[in-house]
């Protein structure tokens, strides 16, 4: 199986105001945002667990669970259960201890 960087497995919250040119990014959850009404996140677990946590009706995070399977240490393919949500590709750009950069791509990419 192919491996992924080891930092990449927490919970990741959505630093929108970084995001440009179709590159998201991403903040470990315990990093200083500036305000904002609520953010997003997905984490990735190293038992093939992925979570897309959502803003809920109370701007608490919900949480879709599905799971990823690495293509390569740089692609992973993503599911949901019961189809909730459509696959996607996620391609890793950068990961590090203090962010993650992805650009995500349909699944049959």
């Not at 500036?34 to 997003?40: E, K, L, S, V």
């Not at 190293?46 to 992925?50: K, L, R, T």
């Not at 019961?82 to 996607?88: A, D, F, K, L, R």
């Given at each position: 199986m192919t491996e992924?960087?080891?930092e990449i497995f927490r919970k990741w919250i959505h630093?929108?105001?970084e995001d440009q040119n179709?590159?998201?990014?991403?903040?470990?959850e315990e990093y200083e945002f500036?305000?904002?009404?609520?953010?997003?996140g997905i984490e990735f677990r190293?038992?093939?667990?992925?979570i897309d946590w959502g803003i809920g009706r109370t701007d608490a995070l919900?949480?879709?669970n599905g799971h990823w399977e690495a293509e390569t240490s740089r692609r992973v393919r993503i599911s949901f259960e019961?189809?909730?949500?459509?696959?996607?590709i996620i391609e890793i750009l950068h990961c590090d201890e203090k962010i993650l950069k992805v650009r995500e791509l349909p699944a049959s990419s």
């Open positions: 992924l960087p080891d630093s929108f105001e179709g590159v998201t990014v991403y903040r470990p500036p305000p904002a009404r609520g953010r997003d190293q038992d093939g667990v992925f919900d949480g879709i019961g189809n909730v949500q459509p696959p996607g």
